[in-house]
């Protein structure tokens, strides 16, 4: 995939100043999202929180019809990025991005929240001050994440949450602990024989058991399985499938 532009099926990306890269697992992320809100009753509102360059309201907006869809980002460089791609997106009445932190944000309650936070903690930090804030857990740490979600959601809605396998176990206990429940979870490995990659997990504030599913980004060939690719179609540059 280019480093500058990630194709929708109307227009594409951009992300030149920020330095927030769009990454694999970002895109699964979005895409798996994606396929879920398709599945169910479409969410009134949306929350994105710590958005980059706006890349995950941008794949739910493609799925949605009416769904207003609010996006926080801490970074102003990332935050004038998303508002430019929101602006020149199809679905520009429906999107929003705001230069604010999650702590001093509040505007009642939503349907769904989506979060791809950041999870380096303790790490040394480089000299790109915008990477630093998409990648380390010292502006917004588990804990903090947990307990603003708890107080933005809505008693029905859903929280769909992306984390290192070490990260995620951390929060899933800090949530059972208050109340937020997993409902399923997706083990994502970049081969078939590889260690855990990514978990990306759904939870809601009413208790269930929670299931769980298994997705491989690659075949031993390199190439996308059919699984993994199925989430990204719709958002690929056409050169990416690896069917061509």
């Known amino acids: 995939m280019p480093n500058t532009y990630f194709q929708f099926k109307q227009f594409r990306i951009e992300q030149v100043q920020s330095g927030m890269k769009v990454t694999t697992d970002g895109c699964l992320f979005g895409g798996w999202v994606a396929a879920e809100i398709q599945k169910t009753i479409e969410p009134g509102r949306i929350l994105d929180i710590g958005a980059g360059t706006g890349l995950l309201s941008l794949m739910l907006a493609q799925v949605t019809e009416k769904t207003k869809i609010t996006a926080l980002e801490i970074n102003e460089a990332a935050c004038k990025e998303a508002k430019h791609n929101f602006q020149h997106s199809p679905w520009k009445e429906r ?15 939503y349907d769904l929240i989506i979060c791809n936070p950041p ?3 303790g790490s040394q930090e480089g000299a790109n001050t915008n990477k630093n804030q998409a990648v ?12 603003h979600v708890i107080r933005l959601l809505d008693p029905n809605g859903s929280l769909y949450l992306l984390y290192p396998e070490r990260e995620m ?3 899933k206990q800090m949530a059972l602990t208050k109340g937020l429940y ?6 994502v490995r970049n081969q078939k024989d ?7 997990n ?7 058991r929670e299931s769980i599913s298994e997705l491989i980004i690659r075949s031993s060939n390199r190439k996308y399985t059919k699984k993994s690719w199925n989430l990204l179609k719709d958002y690929y540059l056409e050169y990416n499938n690896p069917h061509v």
């Open 95 to 109: 999107l929003q991005c705001k230069h604010t932190s999650l702590q001093n944000f509040d505007t009642g309650k």
């Open 119 to 121: 999870f380096f903690k």
């Open 136 to 147: 380390h857990s010292s502006s917004l740490d588990a804990e903090e994440l947990l307990d």
């Open 169 to 171: 176990e951390t929060f």
């Open 182 to 187: 997993p409902i399923h979870q997706v083990i």
């Open 194 to 200: 590889c260690s855990v990659f990514r978990l990306m």
């Open 202 to 208: 759904h939870f809601q504030l009413k208790e269930a």
